[in-house]
């Protein structure tokens, strides 16, 4: 009988104290595995035991709450990297990238699942991650050449060191200052220089109304020298009125630099969009090379009129040379380029495409490729002019976000 109470009470003990400590057991076992979801029941606080086990409850609900926090913190972290305009690179202690954002896919032309593990010098990012951690540079990357800001740090990931590299565009910045101040330029001229010219302008039409009106009721034998002085009088207020009208129509289209409103997105049919203005071109066959049917959200008067701008340069390269004019669209992951290439004589020199004002052709206003930059930019896309590497000739490159976009098979082949 003492045999059998012993027994008794040693498994009722065992009961007692083993079972709770096996509850620890699991629930330390748990914690270890990152699970925060079990809980141990029925514990007293009377008992130390019991005690124990209502302790690690309370440590698993605080872990489960920090891991949430950090959980939301990083997406949150993730949302804020993937919305900055800068491109972002994030590189481990043997150079391979680890990190990508938005902005470094489209600088680079890559996804992040072609990019990722990459080694920086395949990137040919290496030469950033050396030298001053903030620089200027000028850079052609594949998707973008221009002015860039660089600057680069460090930080642990794991004990780990890690190079933090940030790619900022300051060509659109400069770009945006520089339209500001032609903007601004271009209404103080406008106000003033159409002020002058309607009285001109009036004045001279009235001159030379009357002077008809004179002619007319004037007597017929009044001598030779006072018809060609009539003659000489009629020529010059013709001038200033011609002139007056056509530097009202330069500045006319210069003041519409600042005023280009913001685009009216709706959905537009590229391939149609360009044969049309393939289409309106009546001095040079234009041809089109078929491409994959992609709609965007755009605003089709504003990037008609880019592309009419485009192709008008591309004829007037060839003028006379008998070179083709060809127009192409290329869908990429996250963009559509369309080029506009000719075989004309090329581009002597690049650098002042850009600048109002500016233009090497005797007709020309010097607006045209700045105002299709301008409907570019405000499309979020881009535009280039480069000369050709295949032969001679320039490209024009505009590359627009296919956000919302829609692709399905080619078309049939047109010409325009």
């Not at 593990?117 to 052609?140: H, N, P, T």
Request: glycine letters at 10%; proline letters at 5%.
């Amino acid at each position: 009988m003492i045999g059998g109470a012993w027994l008794i009470g040693a498994f009722a003990v065992r009961e007692r104290v083993a079972r709770p400590l096996q509850t620890l057991a699991n629930l330390l076992a748990a914690l270890r595995e990152e699970d925060y979801s079990i809980r141990a029941r029925g514990a007293s606080p009377e008992d130390p035991l019991g005690l124990a086990s209502l302790e690690v409850n309370a440590l698993t609900e605080t872990l489960r709450s920090r891991r949430l926090e950090s959980v939301e913190a990083t997406a949150l972290l993730g949302r804020v990297i993937a919305e900055i305009d800068a491109a972002i690179f994030a590189f481990d202690a043997f150079g391979r990238l680890r990190l990508v954002n938005a902005a470094g896919e489209r600088l680079l032309g890559r996804t992040a699942g072609e990019l990722l593990d990459q080694s920086a010098a395949d990137l040919d990012l290496a030469v950033y991650l050396k030298g001053d951690a903030q620089r200027v540079v000028e850079a052609a990357f594949p998707r973008q050449a221009g002015r860039w800001e660089v600057r680069r740090s460090t930080f642990r990931q794991e004990g780990r060191p890690h190079d933090l590299l940030v790619i900022n565009d300051l060509s659109s910045v400069l770009r945006e200052e520089e339209r500001q101040a032609w903007q601004r330029i271009v209404r103080v001229l406008s106000h003033e220089i159409n002020n002058s010219l309607a009285p001109i302008k009036s004045i001279a039409e009235s001159l030379g109304q009357a002077l008809a009106q004179s002619g007319r009721g004037g007597r017929s034998g009044s001598g030779g020298s006072g018809g060609s002085e009539a003659d000489d009088l009629r020529t010059g207020l013709g001038i200033i009125a011609s002139r007056s009208e056509g530097l009202r129509r330069f500045m006319a289209s210069y003041a519409r630099l600042a005023r280009l409103p913001r685009p009216t997105r709706r959905p537009v049919e590229l391939s149609g969009l360009v044969h049309r203005v393939a289409d309106l071109e009546t001095r040079h066959v234009v041809r089109v090379r078929p491409g994959p049917e992609i709609h965007l959200a755009a605003d089709p008067d504003q990037l008609e009129q880019a592309l009419i701008n485009l192709v008008g340069n591309a004829v007037d390269a060839v003028a006379g040379g008998g070179g083709a004019v060809e127009v192409s669209w290329i869908a990429q992951p996250r963009t559509v380029e369309i080029q506009v290439q000719d075989e004309g004589p090329g581009l002597p020199d690049a650098a002042n495409l850009f600048v109002p004002f500016f233009t090497t052709k005797p007709s020309g206003s010097g607006i045209g490729l700045v105002l299709s930059r301008q409907i570019a930019e405000g499309h979020g896309g881009t535009l280039s002019v480069r000369n050709r590497t295949d032969r001679g000739g320039c490209v024009a490159v505009l590359r627009l976000p296919r956000d919302g976009a829609t692709t399905s098979k080619a078309p049939d082949s047109r010409r325009g």
